[in-house]
């Protein structure tokens, strides 16, 4: 089988002859950890099982299987298969090694989700903002990123699908001006109750509901943090309180089992935002049985908007896995 595409954990999933390969030689290679199902679709388990193997072959452990792994890993398991008795894991070389061009990639149905077309007309970013927004997170917090989705099915571009779908319309006018730690700081958007022709059915859902809970100081420092976030927008000061705090925007409702978070003000750090988006998602995660889709879908809540915010962070994803990220100056 020649090497005619790069293959990598993006969505929507790579799948194919050429993956069902790729999964095929690292069961003969008795990769560690394992490849998961030989099931032609290129997953999570996958992805790790071949970053492990460039590792241990002085790759660029990436989990990318460009034509350098390729080469490298079916000669391997050439020579192996060499030393192998004849039977199931013999024939799996055999199949790896069948003559014939891998066919096109197909998209995985995900969740009854199409990620392919022309994108939706209500897109929070274009694909060059999403491409620049994902850049920049990668430049500042790429380590911490890739550090936090280590083992789970999430993979950093679609860390910064999420961010882009939650506020990176906003804060992509600052970064040429605020640094990294700033652009954290003003993250605090979305108008709770507060708002004239707006309601919240969560807790608290206004600022009256806040104050008469934990009293004026937290209340009014929460007020004044969204009244320098609007300052920074053009906006003149409101007596409101907001509900969104972070580039993940952790909700304010969490504030009755995570008071600490919003107290502290720890959404100005990188760090706690991702500690919190992965708490969130691991529940997500959990609910939906393993399904990403369907995680991305219950992270934003349920109904039309949750499925229209799945589909919209699909999509850039996809935009964000298609182009590899620009290095750094």
């Not at 390969?21 to 999570?44: K, M």
């Not at 691991?282 to 399904?291: E, I, P, Q, S, W």
Request: proline share 6%; net charge neutral; aromatic share 10%.
């Amino acid at each position: 089988m020649d090497f005619t595409r790069e293959v990598a954990f993006r969505f929507p999933l790579c799948r194919g002859e050429d993956v069902r390969a790729i999964q095929q030689a690292l069961t003969i290679l008795q990769s560690e950890p394992p490849c998961g199902t030989v099931d032609g679709i290129f997953g999570g388990a996958t992805k790790l099982a071949v970053a492990e193997y460039q590792r241990r072959n002085s790759l660029d452990p990436n989990g990318v299987v460009d034509a350098t792994t390729w080469a490298a890993m079916f000669k391997a398991a050439a020579v192996r298969q060499e030393k192998i008795p004849q039977g199931a894991a013999s024939a799996l070389v055999a199949a790896a090694a069948t003559a014939g061009a891998a066919p096109a990639a197909q998209p995985m149905a995900m969740a009854g989700t199409a990620v392919a077309g022309p994108p939706p007309a209500d897109l929070p970013v274009s694909q060059a903002q999403a491409l620049r927004a994902r850049d920049w997170l990668f430049q500042n917090f790429g380590a911490q990123i890739d550090a936090i989705v280590l083992g789970t099915p999430l993979d950093s571009n679609l860390v910064a699908a999420i961010a882009c779908k939650e506020t990176a319309n906003v804060w992509l006018h600052w970064i040429d001006r605020l640094n990294a730690g700033d652009v954290l700081e003003r993250c605090v958007f979305d108008g709770s109750g507060d708002v004239p022709g707006s309601s919240r059915g969560a807790f608290p859902r206004n600022a009256a509901e806040f104050r008469a809970k934990v009293g004026d100081a937290l209340t009014d420092m929460l007020i004044e943090e969204a009244n320098e976030t609007r300052k920074l927008r053009g906006y003149g000061p409101q007596r409101w309180l907001y509900k969104g705090y972070g580039i993940f925007q952790y909700d304010l409702q969490h504030f009755e089992t995570d008071p600490d978070f919003f107290r502290n003000r720890e959404w100005r750090t990188i760090e706690s935002c991702l500690d919190r988006f992965m708490r969130e998602m691991r529940d997500k995660l959990k609910a939906a049985n393993g399904n990403l889709a369907e995680a991305v879908r219950r992270y934003n809540g349920s109904g039309p908007k949750a499925e229209q915010y799945r589909d919209h962070v699909l999509y850039m994803h996809g935009w964000l896995a298609a182009t590899a990220p620009a290095k750094l100056p």
